[in-house]
């Protein structure tokens, strides 16, 4: 499970516009970083980490004392096409509000980068999760995928299809609630009806619409990866990796994958999983279905969950 959560992360660090990445691309960042529009100063504190094109910082304002995550990128590692889409996640990440989503709180720029000033979360995604455990119990895989879609549904009604939901994209917070992050990928749906055309995502989630060339794509992208999430949840591993991006993608596009019977998983669970990676988008389950489906409506759901689930299961199992 560790090597097949690696992998969906390091995918993404070739940068979702091609764009290698080079350390050396990184300017330093101050010590000190002001906002002049609105007068706030922010002191870096610790490195938080590092995606394709931002570094991540602890920032702490001045005159509040409230702890941020600053993520910054460098102006002059950006091309045009990088450039616009950096414009897009502002634009769409400072729009949407829910307990589910990282906050957005500012953003801002200097003459060599630009800074956005997000909610702090614990250093811990999804993926160091699965790292460190493996297969998920089904009432955690349930409690967690209750809040994946609804911060997915919020978005869509929002009319944003995210298009990068994954495990590495889903931050924890210090009570082990979802904060769905980094919206490099996302979209708007401008007019109802609209289709995508821009080929994007991460290997092991991308949905098999996307695969082909020529065929659009809109929200049920991200039920697809939805899909791909609750496997992973349950069986320990993504559903189609391959040793190469290119054979990961011919099984999607052929729906090439199982369901090991030797490995614990109810039949809700598999019949959910099945009900949703289906090939035609139009097929797919909405996220209100999936709710309604009894994997989803079982009791066992927990309120919250203690973090000793980084490490072990919990007792009640
Ligand atoms: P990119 O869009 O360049 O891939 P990410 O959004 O993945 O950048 O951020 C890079 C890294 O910074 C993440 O892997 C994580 O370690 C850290 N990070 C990003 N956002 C936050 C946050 N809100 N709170 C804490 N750490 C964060």
């Not at 922010?42 to 570094?55: N, T």
């Not at 609804?150 to 009319?159: G, K």
């Not at 298009?163 to 994209?169: H, P, T």
Request: proline share 7%.
């Amino acid at each position: 499970a560790s090597n097949a959560a690696a992998s969906a992360s390091t995918a993404r660090r070739s940068g979702p516009l091609g764009t290698p990445v080079n350390p050396s691309d990184f300017s330093a960042v101050p010590d000190v970083i002001v906002n002049h529009r609105l007068g706030h100063t922010y002191i870096k504190g610790p490195f938080l980490g590092k995606g394709g094109f931002a570094e991540c910082f602890q920032l702490t304002r001045t005159d509040t004392n409230e702890v941020f995550a600053g993520k910054i990128v460098s102006k002059k590692s950006l091309s045009k096409r990088a450039k616009a889409k950096l414009e897009t996640e502002i634009i769409i990440h400072s729009s949407v509000q829910h307990p589910n989503i990282v906050q957005f709180a500012d953003w801002f720029e200097d003459d060599v980068n630009v800074y956005m000033v997000l909610e702090l979360c614990a250093s811990k995604s999804m993926m160091e999760l699965v790292k460190g455990r493996g297969r998920l119990t089904e009432p955690e895989a349930r409690y967690f995928l209750y809040q994946i879609i609804d911060a997915t549904r919020y978005l869509h009604e929002e009319s944003v299809i995210h298009r990068d939901l994954k495990l590495g994209n889903f931050f924890l917070s210090h009570d082990m609630c979802i904060k769905v992050g980094d919206f490099g990928l996302a979209t708007r749906v401008t007019h109802e009806g609209e289709r995508k055309k821009t080929l994007c995502g991460t290997p092991n989630y991308i949905a098999p619409e996307i695969l082909e060339g020529e065929h659009t794509h809109s929200y049920e992208v991200d039920v697809w990866a939805i899909g791909v999430i609750l496997y992973i949840l349950l069986f320990g591993r993504p559903p189609f990796e391959s040793e190469s991006a290119k054979t990961t993608y011919e099984r999607i596009q052929n729906i090439q994958y199982s369901m090991p019977a030797d490995v614990p998983v109810s039949h809700d669970g598999r019949s959910l999983i099945a009900l949703i990676l289906t090939r035609n988008p139009f097929d797919r389950p909405s996220l209100n279905t999936i709710l309604a489906h009894p994997f989803m409506t079982n009791p066992q759901m927990p309120d919250r969950l203690p973090t000793s689930c980084l490490t072990r299961p919990p007792k009640w199992v």
